[in-house]
T-cell receptor, first 117, second 111 residues
Framework: NAGVTQTPKFQVLKTGQSMTLQCAQD?????MSWYRQDPGMGLRLIHY???????DQGEVPNGYNVSRSTTEDFPLRLLSAAPSQTSVYFC????????????????FGQGTRLTVV | GQQVMQIPQYQHVQEGEDFTTYCNSS?????IQWYKQRPGGHPVFLIQ?????EVKKQKRLTFQFGEAKKNSSLHITATQTTDVGTYFC???????????FGTGTRLKVLA
């Protein structure tokens, strides 16, 4: 059982380049989210999705796009990378965001360390 | 918007000492979760609290949810070197699906 898989693990971009961070989960989870982690800032929510075809903005959505065409995949796109987007990016998934059926822990991927120069 | 703060930001303790981290939300929470992240790793779920005043224990870890559901704490008794890492709380407000993470408390345990 792979859980949540993020690719790539490391990436260096030049300012203005675009790229897509991949996230896939094999647990049939409805809820998926993207966070960025910066020193002293904790994890900040970028975008999230409560199911295929449904996405919404988190705390820091500017500069990022997402789509959710399947339950399994939730890619994060940087259209024009900026040095301020240098960070570690985590994708997470959970089964039921409303917790109607009990506690629903989020499972995190291993992270993507992105450097924009 | 919803904000979740944690204190302290860093804590160094001698092995065997106790440790507590506090989480405070600007809004009333529906529930709160706690995660641990080892250095170089990813966050791993520890527990979820839902009820006002709830207290849960996991071996040496004690979690509390405040009566007003705006604050929470994690207490570790007799720390061990395996407790090293950053501890995060994450809160969700009713009617939303967003979990907002706290700023985290980095724990170092000196042997």
């Amino acid at each position: 059982n792979a859980g949540v898989t993020q690719t790539p693990k490391f990436q260096v971009l030049k300012t203005g380049q675009s790229m897509t961070l991949q996230c896939a989960q094999d647990m049939n989870h409805e809820y998926m989210s993207w966070y960025r982690q910066d020193p002293g800032m904790g994890l900040r929510l970028i975008h999230y999705s409560v199911g295929a075809g449904i996405t919404d903005q988190g705390e820091v959505p500017n500069g990022y796009n997402v789509s959710r065409s399947t339950t399994e995949d939730f890619p994060l796109r940087l259209l024009s990378a900026a040095p301020s987007q240098t960070s570690v990016y985590f994708c997470a998934s959970s089964s039921d965001p409303s917790d109607r059926l009990g506690p629903t822990e989020a499972f995190f991927g291993q992270g993507t360390r992105l450097t924009v120069v | 918007g919803q904000q979740v703060m944690q204190i302290p930001q860093y804590q160094h303790v001698q092995e065997g000492e106790d440790f507590t981290t506090y989480c405070n939300s600007s809004t009333t929470l529906s529930n709160i979760q706690w995660y641990k992240q080892r250095p170089g790793g990813h966050p791993v779920f520890l527990i979820q609290l839902v009820k006002s005043g709830e207290v849960k224990k996991q071996k040496r870890l004690t979690f509390q949810f405040g009566e007003a559901k705006k604050n929470s704490s994690l207490h570790i008794t007799a720390t061990q070197t395996t407790d090293v890492g950053t501890y995060f709380c994450a809160g969700r407000t009713s009617g939303t699906y967003k979990y907002i993470f706290g700023t985290g408390t980095r724990l170092k345990v000196l042997a």
